[in-house]
């Protein structure tokens, strides 16, 4: 079957990086998305890997290594604003999207 | 720059009652998407249109019917709805072309069904 795979939350402090991983098992593979989703809002697009690599994105950071089904989203500097649910989600040979569950990232002071 | 505009973004039904959710987009997106959202679940699509006049199912048709008879608009329908069918509804656009496919939400629409 297809599944994602992400921590349910992770807690971090402003000012430090924080790395949200994320594994997938698809059925084919056409890319891997990020989106952030802050509470109550609807998600928006953060990054799209599809060849394996780090793609940088100003504090943000994406990478995909597809060998190994994974990829992590790395948040530098962070600001209380990133408190949010981080969505992963990867797609297959159809081009359909399968979503991870999200991870919470609570910041704290 | 509205987007992707869903109406209405609340809305409570008893057992049984019909409901359409509106979805309107103005970036002549080809493809347009309903999911549902609930909690401690990834989102899932509903049903799906690659273009005017098209639609499709997705993971979780079961309950649900769509229509995309103009291009910017896509509906759907609880023709008898449950408890179950309590969720958060987002519509999703994308151009469908071979970049990011960046799929552009809509504010989402809350449904309790009592």
Redesign the interface.
Known sequence: GQN?DQP?EMTATEGAIVQINCTYQTSGFN?L?W?QQHA??????LS?NVLDGLEEKGRFSSFLSRSKGYSYLLLKELQMKDSASY?C?A?DSN????????TKLIIKP | NAGVTQTPKFRVLKTGQSMTLLCAQDMNHEYMYWYRQDP??????IHYSVGEGTTAK?EVPDGYNVSRLKKQNFLLGLESAAPSQTSVY?CASTSGTAD?????????SRLTVL
């Open positions: 994602i349910t890319g998305f989106y109550g809002e609807a998600p928006t697009f799209y969505l989600a797609m081009y359909q999207l399968i979503w991870g569950a999200g | 401690g679940m990834g989102l899932r699509l997705g987002f990011t496919g960046e799929l552009f939400f809509g504010e989402g």
